[in-house]
């Protein structure tokens, strides 16, 4: 492939999958600075995969495929590293909500992506994944597992989340 329809593919799959990859960039990082480490990283991996995509898979399970295994070590690195809180880590929505409800619907949404980030990273990626809204077959195309264990993955996640969300514990 010539660099230039390697570029062409490269922009065509950041326009469509760019903010699918900052959440996952999001949930995988809390921290402003590294998320947008690893955000750049998994355009620069993308970028580079895609030289060799064939198309025996869909755009969207390749950009997933990439995005994820480029995070994957970064969340393994993320662990050891000593954990701190960061003020450009809030984003307050402007749909004409409360200061205190948007700060409420922040602090949910940060507790609830520090529990994803407390996963294993398997299960880290499955619910990232299915928060995205891939069903279990994509799901599973891009994980390597069954749609069945996926579909039972999700549902075992989705249970020990809400009742640690719930229970007020997030690890």
């Not at 998320?35 to 060799?52: G, Y």
């Not at 399970?61 to 050891?80: G, I, K």
């Not at 949910?108 to 809204?133: G, H, N, S, T, W």
């Not at 279990?136 to 039972?152: P, V």
Request: with cysteine; proline share 3%.
């Amino acid at each position: 492939m010539d660099a230039a329809s390697q570029d062409e593919r490269y922009l065509s799959a950041a326009a469509e999958f760019g903010s699918a990859l900052e959440r996952l960039a999001h949930a995988c990082e809390a921290d402003a600075t590294e998320r947008r480490d690893l955000l750049q990283d998994i355009h620069l991996a993308l970028w580079r995969s895609l030289a060799v995509f064939d198309g025996r898979c869909s755009m969207r399970t390749w950009v997933y495929r990439v995005a994820h295994n480029t995070a994957a070590p970064h969340v393994t690195a993320r662990r050891r590293r000593p954990k701190g809180v960061s003020i450009e880590e809030f984003e307050f929505a402007d749909d004409g909500a409360s200061p205190e409800q948007a700060a409420g619907e922040n602090q949910a949404l940060e507790r609830l992506m520090a529990m994803i980030r407390a996963l294993k990273p398997p299960d880290a990626q499955v619910m990232l994944l299915y928060l995205e809204d891939l069903d279990a077959a994509a799901i599973g195309e891009i994980t390597g597992l069954s749609a069945r264990a996926i579909a039972t993955k999700v549902h075992r996640i989705k249970a020990l989340l809400a009742r640690r969300f719930e229970g007020g514990r997030d690890g």
